[in-house]
């Protein structure tokens, strides 16, 4: 059964920075394309990152501010986010791209002063 189990969200003032990671749990990982997807409170879920065997892609809003990368040895997926703004406040989630399969829980990254 695939799994994504994301960490790493928290508070944080804008200016601020964070990593988050995602564990994948249930999937051939190395095998597959992954990419991180947000979702804002009253808005749909959107791309964020993406990153395959090597050439990654980001959204505009990503752009020079994230960075996605991947450690397939140990089936992880991370975004470090530098910069961050109070209209990144949202719920982080990984999962394969272009293809979702089952979300996981995500992880809250709230940025407030």
């Known amino acids: 059964q695939v799994q994504f189990v994301e960490s790493g969200g928290g508070l944080v003032q804008p200016g601020g920075s964070l990593r988050l990671s995602c564990a994948a749990h249930?999937?051939?990982?190395?095998?597959?394309?992954m990419a991180w997807y947000r979702q804002a409170p009253g808005h749909q879920r959107e791309f964020v990152a993406r990153?395959?065997?090597?050439?990654?892609a980001y959204a505009d809003f990503a752009e020079g501010r994230f960075t996605i990368s991947r450690d397939d040895d140990n089936m992880i997926l991370y975004l470090e986010m530098h910069n961050l703004k109070p209209e990144d406040t949202a719920v982080y989630y990984c999962?394969?791209?272009?293809?979702?399969?089952?979300w996981g829980q995500g992880t809250q990254v709230t940025v407030s002063s």
């Open positions: 990153v395959g065997a090597v050439a990654k």
């Open positions: 249930g999937i051939a990982f190395g095998m597959f394309a």
């Open positions: 999962n394969t791209e272009p293809n979702p399969r089952t």
